[in-house]
């Protein structure tokens, strides 16, 4: 998942044709595919469209000025809100109100490692010691 936060008409649009055709061989596909880009694709991407067009490099170092970069989770924020949902139905069919697994909130810091039920207010349970009392118990 992506969040848009700015939004920038260029105008007239750059071709992507053309795009392609500033970039070194080995950065040309970069222009075709989506996904993460490698620091040095996103460099040339950069510096071929302000090859192209002059004025875009303003528009860039405010976009970079204001972002400071972007961090895509997608998967990672995926897996979070599938546990998220996974934990709550767990919840429910053991006739606990699931209402209190849709406050966990994706961590903005840290994300990639925060399990749900780390992210929910109050006091987390500690595994060493459930399995200490289940030991006793049984």
Known sequence: MV??????RVVPPVSMEDLSDQLPLRHRD???RSGVLTKRSDEEL????TALRADLAA??????????GV????RVRELFLEQRDAT????????????IIEEAQFPEEGGDQTPVLATLSGHPAHEDHLV???AQRF
């Open 46 to 49: 950069r510096n071929g469209l």
């Open 59 to 68: 528009v860039i170092a405010r976009l970079q000025e204001r972002v400071g």
């Open 132 to 134: 200490a009392r289940d």
């Open 88 to 99: 709550g139905l767990a919840l429910q069919l053991g006739g606990f109100d699931r209402s």
């Open 30 to 32: 970069a222009v075709d």
């Open 3 to 8: 969040e848009v936060t700015q939004l920038h």
């Open 71 to 74: 961090r895509i989770l997608g």
